[in-house]
C-alpha cells in the first residue's frame, strides 16, 4: 500500500483489521498515541442521496489527489499515512476550528489566534491558486505543534478562476457566522485576517458572489419570520447586510 513513509508495524495490523470491518466512511484508529483517520467510500442508501453527493469512489480518489498535491507544494493540509484503491488513512489535524471558537473555556485571545490561523490556511491555498471548494470553518482543524490544516478535498480544484476563490471565501466566512449565530468579533477576526492575507482579486470575487443571492433576500426574511433558528438562512442574511448595508462592495 502506497504511504508517504513506511507504517509501523502496530499501524499497519491496526489498518488491517480495520479494512477487514464492514465498511464505515470515516473510522478513528488510536495507534501508539496518535490519531488517524481511516477514510473509504460512502455506500448511499438511496439513488438520490447518490445524486446529491456524486460518485463516493471518485470523491475518494480527488481526496487523495488533492492531499498529494497539496504536501508537494507544502500547502496546510493532513498526511497521508497511507493509500489504497478504496481507501485513505490520514493523520489526524487537531481539533475542528468550529469548536474552538465555541469553546468557552478557552480564553477568548487563543480562540481568536486560532481562527486567524484558519483563514490565513485559506487564504494561502488561495495564494498558490487552490480551491477548497467547501471551506466550513468545520472543515479546518488546529493543532499547536502544525497550526492550522484544512481537511476534506474532495471538491479541490488547482488553477481555480476567480469565482471559486470567491466562493471559497463566502463559504468560509458564511460558516463563521452560522458557528457564531450572528456577527461577532470573531466574524470581523476571521474577515480581516482572511482579507489581510488573500490575494487582492478574492475579496470582490466574494462580494460579487454573495451579491448575486440578492433577490433571495426577502423570500429569506420572510422565512426566518418563520423559522428564527435557521442557522445557514439566517447566516446568508447576515453575510449579505455585512457586505452591502452600506452599498459598499469592500465589505466590512
Known amino acids: 500500500m502506497p504511504a508517504d513513509s513506511p ?14 470491518l464492514p465498511v464505515q466512511r470515516v473510522l478513528a484508529l488510536d495507534v501508539e498515541g496518535r490519531r488517524y483517520w481511516l477514510k473509504r467510500p460512502e455506500r448511499h442508501k438511496s439513488w438520490i442521496r447518490r445524486l446529491q453527493k456524486g460518485d463516493p469512489a471518485r470523491a475518494l480518489a480527488a481526496d487523495r489527489e488533492g492531499l498529494q498535491a ?6 496546510p493540509a493532513p498526511r497521508i499515512a497511507a493509500a489504497g484503491e478504496d481507501f485513505l488513512l490520514i493523520e489526524d ?3 475542528p476550528v468550529s469548536r474552538i471558537i465555541r469553546d468557552q473555556n478557552l480564553p477568548e485571545a487563543e480562540r481568536h489566534r486560532v481562527l486567524i490561523a484558519a483563514a490565513e490556511a485559506l487564504a494561502k491555498l488561495h495564494r498558490a491558486g487552490v480551491v477548497h471548494g467547501r471551506p466550513k470553518i468545520r472543515d479546518i482543524c488546529w493543532n ?13 480544484r488547482d488553477g481555480a478562476a476567480d469565482d471559486a476563490l470567491g466562493r ?3 463559504v468560509f466566512l458564511h460558516s463563521v457566522l452560522q458557528v457564531r449565530r450572528g456577527r461577532d468579533a470573531f466574524y470581523d477576526t476571521a474577515a480581516a ?9 478574492a475579496w470582490p470575487a466574494m462580494c460579487r458572489r454573495v451579491k448575486r ?5 426577502l423570500p429569506a ?10 442557522p445557514e438562512l439566517r447566516g446568508a442574511v447576515i453575510l449579505y447586510r455585512i457586505l452591502f448595508a452600506s452599498g459598499n462592495d469592500a465589505g466590512p
Open 93 to 95: 489535524a487537531g481539533r
Open 144 to 156: 499547536a505543534g502544525r497550526g492550522a490544516t484544512l481537511i476534506d478535498f474532495e471538491a479541490f
Open 193 to 201: 485576517a482572511y482579507r489581510a492575507a488573500a490575494p487582492e482579486r
Open 221 to 230: 426574511r420572510l422565512a426566518l419570520a418563520v423559522k428564527p433558528k435557521a
Open 213 to 217: 443571492f440578492r433577490w433571495l433576500m
Open 168 to 170: 471559497d471565501a463566502m
Open 7 to 20: 507504517l509501523s508495524p502496530a499501524l499497519d495490523a491496526a489498518l488491517t483489521a480495520a479494512l477487514a
Open 70 to 75: 497539496l504536501a508537494a507544494r507544502d500547502l
